[in-house]
């Protein structure tokens, strides 16, 4: 995963899960993945080590994945969002309606 797919789903992470993260935690993944800055400007910030920073950010990532992995609220919005799309694009097309009927069914069978 490149650095800014690894950025794109930690910033979606953190949408969805933030209010289980400590106020220290959400406050270092806000500044580091949203305000964009650097491990050093949030130690200076801080007045704590760039290496705790990255620990903690580290750290905070892997909750962020666990829960992920437990919840599927991503996964879920993922999957919400393409059948979204091609319920549009039929909808366009003016296509069959069973195809339509089925990918309203996959919404309603994802909540």
Sequence with gaps: MGMIEKTTRMNFLFDFYQALLTDKQRSY???YY???LSLGEIAEEYDISRQAVYDNIRRTE???EEYEEKLNLFTKFEKRQETIEQLLLLAKEQS???KLIELI???KEWD
Excluded: R
């Design 96 to 98: 069959s309606e069973d």
């Design 34 to 36: 949203l305000d964009d």
């Design 105 to 107: 069914n996959q919404l």
């Design 62 to 64: 892997a909750m962020l």
């Design 29 to 31: 993944m806000q500044l």
